[in-house]
């Protein structure tokens, strides 16, 4: 969360303008509208704007890698201007969550957010009102996001579907596991004799560890070799 910073005039503003194609880029139809929008606001409560920061061809989907609008922000955090003005909310973020916490960042370092589609100003009791809300929406949209994940995670394993990274490690240490523990090993002792011998772990180690041993007996790699081991007795 941003810090406590001086804050600036409210009537001090910077705007943020983005859009999206390359065609909107081309033509300014896109940019002209939202800049029209912004103008006529700030003519109309005599604002002072200070400058227009605009992402030309850039996605609203999150808020990060926009070079304009973290111009914008730091121009509002670091006191230069008390308030950041958009024409249109989806301008400015399609992400719930992130809008939310510019919300919440207006709010902790005491400067403006105006959007104008949504008549969204924090700085009036309704647009302390709707941030409260729209914090709320985004810790629901959170829970949901993780409980999701949580049950596609489940139903994937009641599926017999084995999550993690698949085994890279090659037939023959494989081979060379199963000949281990059907010569009654403990995972200890063949743990040793491969790192002994410089065999590189799954994920590219040096050393194994019993339990790294286990996890390969586990993997669906090490089951489908012993099938394979088994056909080719049974066909001799």
């Given at each position: 969360?941003?810090?406590?910073?001086k804050?600036a005039?409210?009537g001090?503003?910077?705007?943020y303008t983005?859009?999206?194609?390359?065609?909107?880029v081309a033509?300014?139809?896109?940019?002209?509208?939202q800049?029209?929008?912004?103008?006529?606001?700030?003519?109309?409560?005599?604002?002072?704007l200070?400058?227009?920061y605009?992402?030309a061809?850039?996605?609203?989907?999150s808020?990060?890698?926009r070079?304009?609008?973290?111009?914008?922000?730091e121009?509002v955090?670091?006191g230069?201007?008390?308030t950041?003005?958009v024409?249109?909310l989806?301008?400015?973020?399609?992400?719930l969550l992130?809008?939310?916490?510019?919300?919440?960042r207006?709010?902790?370092?005491?400067w403006?957010?105006?959007?104008?589609?949504?008549?969204?100003d924090?700085?009036?009791?309704a647009?302390?009102?709707?941030?409260?809300v729209?914090a709320?929406a985004?810790q629901?949209?959170r829970r949901?996001?993780?409980?999701?994940?949580k049950?596609?995670?489940?139903?994937?394993?009641?599926a017999?579907?084995?999550l993690?990274?698949?085994?890279?490690v090659?037939?023959?240490?494989?081979?060379?596991?199963a000949h281990g523990r059907?010569?009654?090993?403990s995972l200890r002792?063949i743990?040793?004799?491969?790192t002994?011998a410089g065999?590189?772990?799954?994920?590219?180690?040096?050393?194994w560890s019993?339990?790294?041993?286990?996890?390969?007996?586990?993997?669906?790699?090490?089951?489908?070799?012993?099938?394979t081991d088994?056909?080719?007795a049974a066909?001799l």
């Amino acid at each position: 969360m941003a810090k406590k910073s001086k804050v600036a005039d409210p009537g001090v503003v910077v705007a943020y303008t983005r859009v999206s194609t390359g065609d909107q880029v081309a033509s300014g139809a896109g940019l002209d509208s939202q800049q029209d929008s912004i103008g006529a606001e700030v003519s109309r409560r005599g604002w002072t704007l200070l400058e227009t920061y605009t992402d030309a061809g850039v996605s609203g989907k999150s808020i990060a890698n926009r070079p304009a609008l973290a111009e914008a922000l730091e121009a509002v955090e670091s006191g230069q201007a008390g308030t950041l003005v958009v024409a249109k909310l989806d301008r400015l973020s399609r992400s719930l969550l992130d809008f939310a916490e510019l919300m919440a960042r207006a709010q902790c370092s005491g400067w403006n957010l105006v959007a104008l589609d949504l008549g969204i100003d924090v700085s009036t009791p309704a647009g302390e009102f709707l941030a409260s809300v729209m914090a709320s929406a985004a810790q629901w949209e959170r829970r949901i996001i993780g409980q999701r994940t949580k049950d596609a995670l489940a139903a994937k394993k009641a599926a017999g579907v084995r999550l993690g990274r698949p085994s890279v490690v090659p037939a023959g240490v494989l081979d060379r596991i199963a000949h281990g523990r059907s010569s009654g090993r403990s995972l200890r002792a063949i743990a040793a004799d491969l790192t002994a011998a410089g065999v590189p772990t799954a994920r590219g180690g040096t050393a194994w560890s019993g339990s790294s041993v286990q996890a390969i007996i586990a993997s669906q790699a090490f089951a489908d070799r012993l099938r394979t081991d088994r056909g080719t007795a049974a066909r001799l």
